[in-house]
């Protein structure tokens, strides 16, 4: 499928869904944006969970990537019900914080079960612990890339977490490439200052 056409036919559904009235002219539009997003949703979801959650990816867990991609379906099909993105960079940031939000919550669970596992998804060194405390640090990257600015998040994301290139993610966020690596640096900037702690010695 043509990315640049996709792109295209996605914003011309966000169009006609910010000028839908209720409910009833909603529902197919939501549903052909999802249907023909399809495809860069699969991307970000595999991505996501094969390189920043694999644990979640074993035992007990063991989930895929396409399962995933359904409840991030689910998740979008409600929302997009109450959040109108006027643009494909916004509905990918909404996409995006979802597929996080849904990972999250199962590794909270897993947390929750004193079920041990590690999370890499940013170049932050944990130091060595057991039990528990792994998922103490993973809250804490979390949270630290939770409260970063919108921009400088959505960019940690698609280049450090989704694995896209510089040039794909300005792409997606239509933005220049520079931009994206000036908003890269400035994120991985305040990362490292919130969790200094967390440096090797």
Not at 37 to 51: D, E, H, P, Q, V
Not at 159 to 167: A, N, P, S
Request: glycine share 6%.
């Amino acid at each position: 499928m043509d990315e640049g056409r996709t792109t295209l036919v996605v914003q011309r559904y966000l169009d006609d869904l910010a000028d839908a009235p209720g409910d009833a002219d909603a529902g197919p539009l939501i549903s052909a944006i999802l249907g023909r997003a399809t495809g860069r949703l699969r991307l970000l979801c595999n991505s996501l969970l094969y390189r920043s959650y694999p644990r979640l990816t074993r035992p007990p867990h063991g989930l895929e990537a396409d399962e995933l991609l359904g409840a991030v379906v689910e998740r979008l099909l409600k929302a997009l019900r109450e959040t109108r993105p006027k643009s494909v960079r916004g509905f990918f940031a909404l996409a995006s914080r979802h597929v996080r939000w849904e990972l999250n919550d199962l590794a909270r669970r897993l947390d929750d079960r004193e079920v041990p596992g590690d999370l890499h998804a940013i170049d932050v060194a944990a130091p060595e612990s057991g039990g528990s405390s792994v998922g103490t640090t993973a809250r804490r990257l979390l949270d630290a890339l939770e409260d970063l600015p919108d921009d400088e998040r959505e960019a940690l994301e698609l280049v450090r977490i989704h694995g896209l290139t510089h040039d794909e993610a300005a792409d997606v966020l239509g933005v220049s490439t520079k931009t994206i690596q000036r908003r890269l640096n400035r994120a991985l900037h305040l990362l490292a200052d919130r969790l200094s702690d967390l440096r090797p010695q």
